[in-house]
């Protein structure tokens, strides 16, 4: 092992940390862990101490946004849309969560709010805003 091989290994644990602090800062963390039982706060400081930022993002996850599992993925783009998140019909309904929970839209604002008619009528003004 060099000296770069250990520059290279602890820059990297450097930027786990940063994203690991960047989702202990956000609103959603410090919901989530207001909402979290004994338990969950167990499992939180094991992946704290392990380092681990995608674990945290799914401990956010599944604690305030599951529901967004069960949505389909016209449903959530729908919701991207609604909120300005640009390219979303380019991206894939496991990244199009991500995106949604990094920018803390809980649930699409509520489902009831998203239905089929109202799917179809933002469908249909976008197909003729592209026709014009």
Not at 68 to 75: A, I, P, V
Not at 112 to 131: G, L, R, T
């Amino acid at each position: 092992m060099t000296s770069l091989d250990i520059q290279i290994k602890h820059h990297k644990i450097l930027l786990q940390l940063r994203r690991q602090d960047s989702l202990i800062q956000s609103y959603a963390f410090i919901e989530a862990f207001d909402l979290s039982s004994q338990e969950q706060k167990h499992d939180l400081q094991r992946l704290l101490h392990r380092v681990r930022p995608l674990g945290v993002k799914r401990w956010i996850r599944d604690l305030l946004y599951d529901d967004y599992q069960e949505y389909t993925l016209r449903e959530l783009r729908f919701i991207a849309s609604k909120n300005h998140i640009k390219n979303y019909s380019r991206i894939s309904k496991a990244e199009l969560i991500d995106i949604l929970i990094e920018k803390g839209i809980k649930n699409g604002n509520g489902r009831e709010n998203v239905n089929k008619q109202s799917i179809e009528h933002h469908a249909a003004h976008i197909n003729s805003s592209q026709n014009s």
